[in-house]
């Protein structure tokens, strides 16, 4: 597959001018923008909600791809489709009911993603993968911006990558979401990456352009 994709994380942007923080990536390029949302118990922060998706969806037309950190996220569903969200991926350790919430994100006409984290295996790819379209690799532990990759997670990259093939699934993208920065990107790339959320390692410079082309460049080396 060659799809590639740099999603900026909005984590790491300033919240307080995010209007020109989303043009800013935006202009260096990007097409895809990714939304975290944390609800104060799946992971320990809080962000945001649909009302910021809706104030993004009126101004960009980029694809939001938003992550749902979120215990039950079935109950809130509606609400970021509602919001105009192109992408919804809702964690597999946060409903008893993970099959269900994919087809209810696919049968609005959505793109559904489900996210695993990094203790999580791939055991449930069987029997999920027919529901979805993109599979969210957490490879640090979801909550906060600015960690340190952890190396177990590349090969489970790999090891998704060698099963969807298997499963008939090759088209299905593989997120890797936390510690991706110049040092990282290539190795989860070659494992059978294709969608690089990358929070710090964008937003914490202040030439956008230069940031995102850096990435670029070490994702071809
Ligand atoms: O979902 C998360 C954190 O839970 C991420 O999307 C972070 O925002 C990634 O930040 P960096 O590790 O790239 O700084």
């Not at 910021?52 to 569903?77: G, N, Q, Y």
């Not at 510690?179 to 990358?198: C, H, K, L, P």
């Amino acid at each position: 597959m060659n799809v590639t994709k740099i999603a900026p994380s909005i984590l790491s942007a300033d919240f307080g001018c995010l209007e020109k923080e989303v043009a800013s990536v935006v202009d260096a390029g990007c097409d895809w923008i990714h939304i975290d949302v944390m609800d104060g118990h799946f992971v320990p922060n809080i962000t945001m909600g649909p009302l910021v998706v809706s104030a993004l969806r009126r101004r960009f037309r980029c694809t939001l791809d938003v992550h749902l950190m979120i215990e039950k996220p079935e109950s809130m569903i509606p609400s970021f489709v509602e919001a105009g969200a192109d992408v919804i991926t809702i964690h597999q350790e946060a409903t008893h009911h993970p099959h269900r919430a994919l087809q209810m994100i696919r049968s609005s006409g959505l793109r559904a993603g489900l996210a695993i984290n990094p203790g999580t295996g791939l055991d449930s790819l069987p029997y999920l993968v027919g529901e979805m379209d993109l599979l969210l690799i957490m490879t640090v532990n979801p909550g906060f911006g600015g960690q340190t990759l952890i190396p177990a997670t590349v090969s489970k990259v790999a090891s998704a990558r060698r099963q969807l093939v298997e499963l008939g699934r090759g088209d299905v993208l593989i997120e890797v979401d936390g510690g991706i920065n110049e040092q990282t990107i290539r190795e989860v790339y070659e494992a059978g990456a294709n969608v690089f959320v990358a929070g710090s390692a964008v937003f914490d410079h202040s030439d956008r352009t230069d940031a995102v082309a850096r990435l670029t460049k070490a994702l071809a080396m």
